[in-house]
């Protein structure tokens, strides 16, 4: 019996080995249709409500005119306003392709910045084939899958250059800064470089909104004290200097965009009741509400999905992890209200409840990497727990990747189909606007000064949550398209 169960163990290990690369290859595939599908429907989006004003002052006043006219009467997001200004530089065919433009380059930063952080984590490449591409295609769907509002976030233009971008430039952050911890003993003109490329890329993120300004400080602070508490002297002194510099970038960004005299003009039009106490309380109730219901609440299926490939990457990779034993669930918790409750802060800072439903894609990045960290965290001590590699480690590798299988399958296949009910409500939308598009530019080519339109029979601005062009002149999306088609006024005829 002991010769043919040892002749058995290499065949069990090339069939449980055949079995991994399968579940890796069912990962890739259905996390890779349900990006491509949302890059796909992306495409059919088009000019809505706000995003008229933004294409009328890239075209008309140019990237750095526009930029100083809206400084001084709406906002001082200089990041978001310098982007959607070269938007509309760049004219609709660009606008239409951005959603495609940010969600690969998420794609593509968050695998190179997934390689450093496996780099530093003394990774080895033998237990994947893809590890740093399949942990980026894992986070960027599965946070697009998890985000209950994302016809907002990511089809719009208005949220998805203010609220996306920014995750874009800090998931490249996160890379660099692993880069860097992970240099031996780097000289003063590396950590000079270093210092300079962290700080440009958190002032350029805080540039892009109040909301990540406030939510990235709080990342960055709890960060800080992480490395207080846990990194070594050597590491520590570097990295304490370096994060004082991106803490100086952000502090230079929130004096520019406080300053901005148009910051009086846009909360002009919110009242929020100055009550401390009420708004303190609040905050509370709502930032753990908040948590709640991005574990629990906005997509359930995706978070036990989420929560599983987690775990699975930390039991595939074995990275070389801190022995911070049971205290990292108790941390973790600390750590994901510590970014909830400044998000919610901002809500109620700014218009006395939470801020609306298209940020939200901003916590739940920072929640993400939180539950991928705990995640991996499981999955090392998992291997730690079952050392025998020929016994139990391997029935429990084939019970999580079994239970793995179907829960991505399950959260996939509810999110892609979801996609693919709005599908062809932005097809038909795309198709009107265009046709529509091409009657207003033809009529201004023709010196027609007031255009009138008939009432859209596919009109995604209900569903997006916004407002569009109306039937008053004076309606300010009405003058910001008129604007951008040189016209002197543009309406819509009231249904009948």
């Given at each position: 019996?002991q010769?043919?169960?040892?002749e058995?163990?290499?065949?069990?290990?090339?069939?449980a080995?055949?079995?991994s690369?399968?579940?890796?290859w069912?990962?890739?595939?259905?996390?890779?249709?349900?990006?491509?599908?949302?890059?796909?429907?992306?495409?059919?989006?088009?000019?809505?409500?706000?995003?008229?004003?933004?294409?009328?002052?890239?075209?008309?006043?140019?990237?750095?005119?526009?930029?100083?006219?809206?400084?001084?009467?709406?906002?001082?997001?200089?990041?978001n306003?310098?982007?959607?200004?070269?938007?509309?530089?760049?004219?609709?065919?660009?606008?239409?392709?951005?959603?495609?433009?940010?969600l690969?380059?998420?794609?593509?930063?968050?695998?190179?910045?997934?390689?450093?952080?496996?780099?530093?984590?003394?990774?080895?490449?033998?237990t994947?084939?893809?590890?740093?591409?399949?942990?980026?295609?894992?986070?960027v769907?599965?946070?697009?899958?998890?985000?209950?509002?994302?016809?907002?976030?990511?089809?719009?233009?208005?949220?998805?250059?203010?609220?996306?971008?920014?995750?874009?430039?800090?998931?490249?952050?996160?890379?660099c800064?692993?880069?860097?911890?992970?240099?031996?003993?780097?000289?003063?003109?590396?950590?000079?470089?270093?210092?300079?490329?962290?700080?440009?890329?958190?002032?350029?993120?805080?540039?892009?909104?109040?909301t990540?300004?406030v939510?990235?400080?709080?990342?960055?602070?709890l960060?800080?004290?992480?490395l207080?508490?846990?990194s070594?002297?050597?590491m520590r002194?570097?990295?304490?200097?370096?994060?004082?510099?991106?803490?100086?970038a952000?502090?230079?960004?929130?004096?520019?965009?406080i300053?901005?005299?148009?910051?009086?003009?846009?909360?002009?039009?919110?009242?929020?009741a100055?009550?401390?106490?009420?708004?303190?309380?609040?905050?509370?109730?709502y930032?753990?509400?908040?948590?709640?219901?991005?574990?629990?609440?906005?997509?359930?299926?995706?978070?036990?999905?989420?929560?599983?490939?987690?775990?699975?990457?930390?039991?595939?990779?074995?990275?070389?992890l801190?022995?911070?034993?049971?205290?990292?669930?108790?941390?973790?918790?600390l750590?994901t209200?510590?970014?909830?409750?400044?998000?919610?802060?901002?809500?109620?800072?700014?218009?006395?409840?939470?801020?609306?439903?298209?940020t939200y894609?901003?916590?739940l990045?920072?929640?993400?990497?939180?539950?991928?960290?705990?995640g991996i965290?499981?999955?090392a001590?998992?291997?730690?727990?079952f050392?025998?590699a020929?016994?139990?480690?391997?029935?429990?590798?084939?019970?999580?990747?079994?239970?793995?299988?179907?829960?991505?399958?399950?959260?996939?296949?509810?999110?892609?189909?979801?996609?693919?009910?709005?599908l062809?409500?932005?097809?038909?939308?795309?198709?009107?606007?265009?046709?529509?598009?091409?009657?207003?530019?033809?009529a201004a080519?023709?010196?027609?000064?007031?255009?009138q339109?008939p009432?859209?029979?596919?009109?995604?601005?209900?569903?997006i949550?916004?407002?569009?062009?109306?039937?008053?002149?004076?309606?300010?999306?009405?003058?910001?398209?008129?604007?951008?088609?040189?016209?002197?006024?543009i309406?819509?005829?009231?249904?009948?």
């Amino acid at each position: 019996m002991q010769p043919s169960q040892q002749e058995n163990r290499p065949s069990s290990r090339s069939g449980a080995a055949l079995i991994s690369r399968l579940v890796e290859w069912i990962v890739l595939l259905c996390l890779g249709v349900v990006l491509i599908l949302h890059i796909f429907t992306s495409t059919f989006t088009r000019l809505i409500a706000d995003d008229y004003c933004t294409a009328a002052f890239g075209l008309r006043d140019g990237l750095i005119g526009g930029l100083v006219l809206q400084y001084q009467t709406w906002a001082g997001q200089f990041s978001n306003i310098l982007v959607k200004n070269f938007a509309g530089m760049a004219g609709i065919q660009f606008i239409q392709l951005l959603p495609l433009i940010i969600l690969l380059s998420w794609l593509l930063t968050a695998t190179w910045a997934f390689r450093q952080v496996f780099l530093l984590l003394r990774v080895g490449e033998s237990t994947f084939r893809l590890p740093a591409f399949c942990a980026g295609l894992i986070f960027v769907a599965c946070l697009i899958m998890l985000h209950p509002y994302a016809v907002q976030s990511v089809y719009w233009m208005a949220a998805l250059v203010p609220y996306v971008s920014p995750l874009v430039i800090f998931t490249l952050w996160i890379g660099c800064v692993a880069r860097f911890m992970g240099s031996d003993s780097p000289g003063r003109t590396r950590l000079t470089a270093y210092m300079v490329l962290t700080s440009g890329l958190s002032f350029a993120a805080a540039g892009f909104s109040e909301t990540f300004l406030v939510v990235q400080t709080a990342a960055l602070s709890l960060f800080s004290i992480a490395l207080l508490l846990f990194s070594r002297r050597s590491m520590r002194n570097r990295m304490l200097l370096l994060m004082s510099c991106n803490f100086a970038a952000i502090v230079l960004a929130a004096i520019i965009i406080i300053a901005a005299p148009g910051n009086a003009v846009r909360m002009s039009q919110f009242s929020v009741a100055a009550d401390a106490g009420n708004m303190i309380g609040s905050t509370i109730m709502y930032g753990i509400s908040f948590v709640f219901a991005a574990l629990f609440v906005f997509a359930p299926a995706t978070t036990v999905a989420f929560a599983g490939l987690s775990v699975w990457l930390g039991y595939r990779l074995r990275p070389a992890l801190p022995p911070l034993n049971r205290y990292v669930p108790v941390l973790w918790l600390l750590a994901t209200l510590g970014i909830a409750l400044p998000f919610v802060a901002v809500g109620m800072v700014f218009v006395g409840t939470l801020p609306p439903a298209r940020t939200y894609i901003i916590p739940l990045f920072f929640i993400s990497i939180l539950l991928m960290s705990l995640g991996i965290w499981v999955g090392a001590r998992l291997v730690r727990a079952f050392p025998d590699a020929a016994g139990k480690r391997r029935r429990l590798t084939s019970v999580l990747e079994m239970l793995l299988v179907v829960s991505i399958v399950v959260a996939a296949i509810v999110n892609a189909g979801d996609t693919l009910r709005v599908l062809p409500a932005f097809q038909s939308f795309a198709a009107e606007w265009d046709q529509r598009d091409t009657q207003v530019r033809s009529a201004a080519a023709q010196g027609i000064r007031d255009i009138q339109l008939p009432p859209p029979v596919h009109d995604l601005s209900e569903r997006i949550g916004v407002v569009t062009i109306s039937a008053s002149p004076e309606f300010w999306i009405n003058q910001c398209a008129a604007r951008l088609y040189g016209v002197d006024t543009i309406i819509v005829a009231e249904a009948d």
